[in-house]
């Protein structure tokens, strides 16, 4: 048997806790085991959520992120239209996906990486 360490893996960024945190075992320097704590993102939007329905909580999701609030509502109306197997009308759809670009080609993240 190895020598045993327990190293802290997560969250990936410094500023930003993550929803969940592994303490990783090492022996030696193989994992053998993951130890996950699972936590709430630093908004605490699945606590937020908690009491609400699925219409209530196309608001809440437009307001994840200041940049690409759009994105996250029009992900967010998508999944629910799957998942209750609602058919969009064409027109409906040619609409989203166009806002969907135009706004994504209009945020400052989307054209950063072009710049370096």
Known sequence: MGNRTIVPFGPQ???LP???????????????EAIPRIGYIHRGLEKLVEKRDYQQ?????????????????MGYCMSIERIMDVEVPERGEFFTH?????????????LAWTSG
């Open 18 to 32: 993550e929803p969940i945190h592994l303490d990783l075992v090492l022996e030696d320097e193989t994992v053998v």
């Open 13 to 15: 960024h410094p500023v």
């Open 98 to 110: 166009n806002l969907g670009r135009t706004v994504k080609a209009s945020q400052p993240s989307a």
């Open 57 to 73: 909580y196309c608001y809440v999701a437009e307001r994840i992120c200041g940049i690409c609030s759009f994105m996250h509502g």
